[in-house]
Nanobody
């Protein structure tokens, strides 16, 4: 499956962005999808994940209550709505997919998008 992440940009603290991850190539509903991010000089970290059907969702603690992950299997797309953004959310955001259930572990994802840069700054 091929993934294309988009929607990043420059936003002020407290602002919002919606990232999209468009998939092609295989039956998208067979894949759990996760969002990860990587800030300069840091390791890639888990942000959020959604199960194949969208019924199970998991967030890292630092984004709970601010970020919302969702998926539309009819459109082969997963979204990450990011509200109340903080400077520490600045990073390149990647979407990733794996067959079967979702995971919060980088190494368990087989397919990766190219990343989209989110910069939170005044």
């Amino acid at each position: 499956v091929q993934l294309q992440a988009s929607g990043g940009g420059l936003v002020q603290p407290g602002g919002s962005l919606r990232l999209s991850c468009a998939a092609s190539g295989r039956t998208f509903s067979n894949y759990g999808v996760g969002w990860f991010r990587q800030a300069p000089g840091k390791e890639r970290e888990f942000v959020a994940a959604v199960s194949m059907s969208g019924g199970l969702i998991y967030y890292t603690d630092s984004v709970k209550g601010r970020f919302t992950i969702s998926r539309d299997n009819a459109k082969n797309t997963v979204y990450l709505q990011m509200n109340s953004l903080k400077p520490e959310d600045t990073a390149v955001y990647y979407c990733a997919a794996r067959s079967g259930g979702f995971s919060k572990t980088v190494a368990e994802y087989y397919y990766w998008g190219q990343g989209t840069l989110v910069t939170v700054s005044s």
